[in-house]
């Protein structure tokens, strides 16, 4: 039988307590949102039965419908998807199913041997009704429990069954307690007063607990309302038995995770820069000294990131260049694997990551560990995987950010990449004092004028499908970064061009009325005079963001030249045009189409 394997990158959510489950779970699962938002599910199991409810597109609609149906059971799972392969449909939305609807299943992660996992349970006689990895779950512990095992040792055995990543939450009609697990995908555990909030990420469940513990991998625990147990696992490393070890304090407040006065968190996390990046700057990380050292040493430098942490890595490479001199290499993370084996001895690699898990970058690191290299690694997400891959972590404290739009971690990255470099710089307070005036030109930059600006320039946008950004040096980076944002949340596509590109090309793309941004700084203003004539002949409406205007900028952005640093003040009103655009395109700039949050999955 073929069947199409539906690989889950997603947020989870668990219950067990005193509060009815059914809230709770909704309201986790909520703040899971940037997870995935295909389709989503919760199971509540109490006296009254097993009360299971799925639903496709976003939490907001289910909540209605879900909460006045719901029974007042403590008990529950829930489910977030993202789809990655198999379609965003009912069957395949979360939590799945045994046979006799007793075992509830969710899952986050891929597991790779589920074709011949579900190949040998149907031989068995289950039925599956989805087609997702997942569903071999519950039918695997169906299985175990018919051939007599408790469900501890169902549970218990499931790592030995697996193959792949995954972070599981499950529960039994009869039984009064969670079962969890993971392996290679995130999974905490938020600790109240007698309840308990497995979950894929702190911010889940902040307005109900403010400690977590972090699951160790492939171990199994049960949760019940008055503690967890361990559980014997294939992989354990430790006996069965009640888990001792003291949850540890949450750092994060829970403002950080509501949109306060705020319509989307994206505008809100946008507003907050001012702050996350005089934090960073006033109190910079112990480990910047330590990390520092490591790439004094560096026979070779490595930077990895996707996306937005992609573009903050080719930040690192220009600000090497520039003000060390030094050679090194950004790469995206999942070409990493293609460039491993030139890695020699003394490398050190780089890595950046807002959510500290994603897939490719994990597997950029467990790559270079492999080899031998040494790894730094920038992160903003606290006890994140990557955290503990990594061998020296700076964190980025921007605290939690929940649009799938990285804004704030993104200029934190540039902040904490100021502020290594500047370490091995002869000058040692140059890095920082321009990384304050970029802060400082924030302000202007975020007031009711800029943002009216910014909003006339959208308008001046908004009809259009696509877009060109150049610049050149770190400039261009600021192109990308801003194309990326303008795609992700506007849905127009934007390309970015290092200036001296576009005659090579993308000049061909240009027709009457095309919009284009040109970015630069002082040194290159009359190298962006030049290019905007250039544009202008083949009949481009230009528009610029520099110190000052250009002969023919139809519309300036005014930005403070602060050298290097400019790249940490430039981006801002590029954050705010993606955002101002996707308003007048009437699209949700913190749910982008096809996206999630976090890329858990390769
Ligand atoms: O959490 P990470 O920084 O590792 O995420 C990497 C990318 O998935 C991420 O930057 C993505 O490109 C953003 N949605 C961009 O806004």
Redo the contacts with the bound molecule.
Sequence with gaps: MQYNCAREMCGIAGYVGHRPAAPVLVDCLQRLEYRGYDSCGIAVVSDAGVFLRRSVGPIAEFREEVLSAAPTGTIGLGHTRWATHGRADLANAHPHASCDGAVLVVHNGVIENAFELRERLVRQGHRFTSDTDSEVVPHLLEQGLTEGLSMDEAVSKLPSQLVGSYAIVAVRQGQDELFVLRKGSPLVVGVGEGEYFPASDIPSFLPYAQRVIYLSEDEPFAIGRSGIRRLQGAGASRPAGPYLEVPEPVSLNVESVSKGSFQHFMIKEIMEQVGTIGRLLESPPATLATASELLRGAQSIKFV??????HASLYGQFLLATTLHLDSEACV?SEFQFRADALRPGAVVVA???????AD?LQAVRIARDRGARVIALV??EGSSLTRAAEVVIPLRSGPELS????K??TSQLVALTLLVERLSPDPMEGARTALEARDSLLELTSDAARAHIASLAHNLARHSQLLLIGRGGNYVTALEAA??IK?VAGVAAQAFPGGEMKHGPLALVAEGSPVILFYDRSQVDQAELAASELITRGAVIYTVGPQPLRSSSLHVRVHDAGAATAISQIIPMQLLAYELAKLRQLDPDH?KN?A???TVL
């Design positions: 990131g996707a996306g937005t942490s992609y993370s950046l990551s807002q959510s500290g898990e994603t970058t903003n997400s799938v739009a990285a804004t971690s993104y990326l944002k992700e982008p996206l949050k976090s890329v």
